[in-house]
């Protein structure tokens, strides 16, 4: 009987470290994630840039998302981007707010 009560806690130690190697590696893609972010979307001259690729760009002009309105078409026009997820979605709202002095209130 002692003997299974070590194989349990050999495989509970095991089970933890491989759950702390999983959430580690999550915590590491979420720093890489929010690092790229400004890279991915970003203010340029008079536009919002969107780098799709190394060499594949998209822009919205300013002028273009000046109201709560106008961001919201382009929320609904984005989203249907397939390279388009929820950070880059937030990244361009919060952007396009900020430019233009919108306050992002929450209820």
Sequence with gaps: MP??????TT????????????????????????MELPTLCY??????????EDLAFYDIS???CDSYDKILGWQVLLS???????????????LACDHHKLPITFP
Excluded: P
């Excluded at 003997?3 to 349990?8: A, E, I, N, Q």
């Excluded at 130690?13 to 590491?28: G, H, P, V």
């Excluded at 249907?80 to 919060?94: E, G, H, P, S």
């Design 3 to 8: 003997r299974k009560t070590k194989t349990l």
């Design 11 to 34: 495989t509970k130690q095991r089970n933890k470290t491989t759950q702390s190697r999983a959430l580690t590696k999550r915590k590491q893609g979420l720093i890489e994630r929010v």
């Design 43 to 52: 203010i340029e001259k008079d536009a919002i840039v969107f780098r799709i």
């Design 62 to 64: 300013l002028s273009q």
């Design 80 to 94: 249907a981007k397939r390279w388009v997820d929820n950070d880059i979605l937030f990244r361009f709202t919060t």
